[in-house]
Structure formats: structure tokens, C-alpha cells
């Protein structure tokens, strides 16, 4: 088992690459020692966006500490899910050490620990990276400029062969790496300034300089990036290993609950399932970072396409849980800016960005699983009063914990709290 040092045992984790394929010796450790600790409940957890190991590590350490208290005589095991990912360095994790988090203001120009990020998730684009670093410090004037920073942006997107991003089957590729850089940068330039003061009045017309914006596209192509990945390592890298588990352990439970992108990941793992598999109890997103559509039977702007998971719920023997926060600044502001396909012209500002373009390029995590009928409708409060629904799947407001966190990204990462420990184990019915 790793790490000595974590609060909870017995814990294992599972590292993935890119591809989906898991480090072997660490998937034949849990597939083999899982019997021998008697565990009967496993909970396996996938991270977000994070730049490292001891990053996801923390993670773990501090959502598992309470459990074991909350339910002391479950035979519970733990599993961290380590996959490649990365973090902008501004982007502030409430309570989270300073080794941890960095919580130097946001600045426009890519910090060292950014830059190195960049190149583990890019490799091979070293020069690239260095070239749009210089364009975001040099920021030269003129629409040529910019148009030369989309430039660079939209090769990094290209580099390598990227995996599949859609959540439904409507998605192509979005249009804020295909549009004028320019607008853009100008779009995310006004959502940054609405998130960092909300409620301000409108300064005349003034507009922000879409410079200002510049770093969020970068961020969103990595992020592009990052949520194609997590859908790989689920569904290449995690279903077959929770199939091989269930094969040497059939009488283990597995939960499974992810954050972010680790939401992402851990629901394409039902799609990675081999068949007859029932050995997953329950689903826990804390904040999912992808398509509310996901799990639609049909989509509502285009009724003849359905979600890239369709029913993947009913692999689940126990509820989808989906956790939603209004104060996730990520999700209900800048991912459905980035989300947008080419075509849809409408351009937005200030305020809740979500409200503003529509339904359809909604997250998870800013309102939960969307269009799949009989979905159960909660409150944070009402979820742990219980019991939850034994199936299908079911929205939780936690706005009454996940609430704290600057800008960029708000609330996305206030995450480590008791009351969602609680939920997790409520989910799975481990009592």
C-alpha cells in the first residue's frame, strides 16, 4: 500500500498515463491485498486538475480523514486514482497548504510552475510554450498581436493526437479555439472582470482590454486538453481494472467519486465496465467538470443525439450522485464560454454566464445532471437527512459548503468537507 503517511487505511492508488494505461505492479497490489484486508466497501476517488502526485495525495489525505469516524465499524478501503493533469498555478484551493496551493495574486504571464506544467502535459512544445509566455508578457498592440496569440494557442491544441472531448454526440470542437482571438480573449476578459467583482456597476463603456483575457483561453485549451484525458484514463484505464477487481473480489462494493475533470474520468469508467459487472454501489460527482448532458437519453436542442454516457447510469447497482454549486466560478462563467461550438453566435457578458447563453453548454457541477427523467432534486441538507434515492440519479445543491474560493475558478476546488464525506458514504449506503 502507498504512502505511510496517508489518514486513512488500507489505501492503495492506481497511476495512469494519458493513455489510460495503469502502472501494473500498483493494480495487481490492490487486486491481490483487497481480499486480505476484509474490506467490503472501497472507495475510489479521482482528482481534477492538480500539477503532481503530492498535490492529489493532500487531496486524499483530507477528504478521506473524516470517514473513518463517521462510519467506524465499515469495512472500508481506500483508493486514490493518480492520472496526468495540471493546475494553474493562480488558481487558489481553499485551506490547502501554500505547498499545496499557490496563493500569489493572478497575474497575466505564465509563472515557472505553470510553464513546467504546461510542458509535462504538452511534451515536445517547449518552444511553443515559450513563445506564448513571451506574447502574454510582451502583449503586442494591434488585432495582429492577439491574432498571433490565437495562433500559437490553437497549435498547442493540435499538438499530438488529442482524445475525444464530447460529452454528447452533437459536440465538435469548440468554437473559442476557431473563432478572432481577439473576441475571444474579449469575452473572457469581461467574464474575469464580472467574477472578481460581482455586482459592480458597469464603468460607462468601458471595456476591459482583451489581454486581460488571454491567459483564460490558454487555460481553457489545456483544459480542452485535460477533459478529453480524464474520459480516456476512465473508460481505457479504470473500467478494466474495476472489471479485473471485481473478478478476484466479487464481494467488494466499489464507490466510485471524482472532482472536476476526476468526475469526468470516473463516469467514463462505467463505459469502460466489462459486461455482467455490478460491482459498482454508487457515483459521486463533486463538482464535474463536463456536459450535464452526459447521461441524456436525447439532447434538447438536438432531440436525434443523445449524451456520450446514455444510460451508463444503469451500470451503476445505486444512485449517480451530482453535487452543484452557484459559487463555482469555473463551471457556471468560463466553461460554457469555452464550451460553445462554432455557429452559435451569441456573444455575453458580465454576470452568470450559464443564464446568459442557454442550457446547453451547462456543467454538471453548475447545476447538475440535466435531461434524464426521474432525476431527484436535493439540498445538501436533505441528501444527508436521507435516504437517498437507491437509484438513477440525483442533484444535490452543496452551495451551504462549496461556497469559498477567489477568482478565477471560485468555489470549483472547496471540496474537503465533512458534509460531502458524509455524502459519499450515504451514496453508497455504507452504513
Known amino acids: 500500500m502507498a504512502d505511510p503517511g496517508m489518514s486513512v487505511t488500507p489505501y492503495w492508488e492506481l497511476t495512469f ?29 479521482a482528482h481534477g486538475w492538480n500539477n503532481d502526485r503530492s498535490g492529489a495525495t493532500a487531496l486524499y489525505r483530507r477528504f478521506f480523514a473524516p470517514i473513518p469516524g463517521l462510519a467506524p465499524r465499515a469495512r472500508i478501503g481506500y483508493v486514490g486514482v493518480i ?38 502535459v504538452f511534451p515536445d512544445r517547449a518552444d511553443l510554450i515559450d513563445r ?13 498581436g492577439l491574432a498571433e496569440f490565437g495562433r500559437l494557442v490553437r497549435e498547442l491544441v493540435d499538438a499530438g493526437p488529442g482524445p475525444g472531448t464530447a460529452d454528447t454526440e452533437e459536440e465538435g470542437e469548440p468554437r473559442v479555439f476557431t473563432e478572432d482571438a481577439a473576441t475571444a480573449c474579449g469575452e473572457f476578459a469581461e467574464a474575469l472582470a464580472a467574477v472578481r467583482s460581482p455586482g459592480a456597476p458597469s464603468q460607462g463603456f468601458s471595456i ?20 478529453g484525458r480524464a474520459g480516456t484514463v476512465g473508460e481505457r484505464g479504470l473500467g478494466p481494472v474495476l472489471g479485473a477487481l471485481a473478478g478476484a473480489a466479487p464481494g467488494v462494493r466499489v464507490h466510485l467519486a471524482g472532482h472536476s475533470f476526476g468526475g469526468r474520468l470516473v463516469s467514463f469508467a462505467l463505459r ?14 463533486l463538482q464535474g467538470a463536463f456536459s450535464h448532458y452526459a447521461f441524456a437519453d436525447r439532447v434538447p436542442q438536438a432531440p436525434d443525439k443523445a449524451g456520450a454516457l446514455k444510460g451508463r447510469q444503469r451500470r451503476i447497482d445505486g444512485p449517480l450522485v451530482c453535487c452543484h454549486s452557484h459559487f463555482d466560478a469555473a463551471l457556471g462563467t468560463f466553461y460554457p464560454l469555452a464550451s460553445r461550438l462554432a455557429g452559435d453566435d451569441r456573444s455575453c457578458v458580465g454576470g452568470e454566464i450559464a443564464a446568459v447563453l442557454g442550457p446547453q453548454w451547462g456543467a454538471m457541477g453548475h447545476d447538475g445532471v440535466q435531461a434524464v427523467p426521474g432525476t431527484a432534486q436535493l439540498d445538501l441538507a436533505a441528501a444527508l437527512n436521507g435516504p437517498l434515492p437507491a437509484s438513477g440519479c440525483v442533484n444535490v445543491d452543496a452551495a451551504a459548503v462549496v461556497r469559498r474560493g477567489g477568482p478565477p475558478t471560485g468555489a470549483h476546488s472547496d471540496i474537503v468537507h465533512p458534509e460531502l464525506a458524509r455524502l459519499v458514504l450515504a451514496a453508497g449506503r455504507i452504513t
Open 132 to 144: 506564448l509566455a513571451r506574447t502574454l508578457d510582451e502583449r503586442p498592440d494591434g488585432a495582429q
Open 208 to 227: 476591459p482590454n482583451p489581454w486581460e483575457g488571454a491567459k483564460e483561453l490558454l487555460r481553457q485549451a489545456t483544459y480542452y486538453r485535460m477533459k
Open 83 to 120: 492520472w496526468p493533469s495540471m493546475q494553474f498555478s493562480d488558481e487558489p484551493i481553499p485551506d490547502f497548504p501554500k505547498a499545496v496551493a499557490a496563493t500569489a495574486p493572478p497575474t497575466p504571464a505564465l509563472d515557472p510552475d505553470t510553464r513546467r506544467a504546461l510542458a509535462a
Open 17 to 45: 498515463d494519458a493513455d489510460g494505461d495503469v502502472d501494473g505492479a500498483e493494480r495487481d497490489r490492490l487486486v491481490a491485498q483487497v481480499g486480505e484486508h476484509g474490506v467490503r466497501d472501497l472507495i475510489v476517488f
Open 272 to 285: 469502460g465496465l466489462p459486461d455482467g459487472v455490478r460491482s459498482v454501489k454508487s457515483v459521486t460527482l
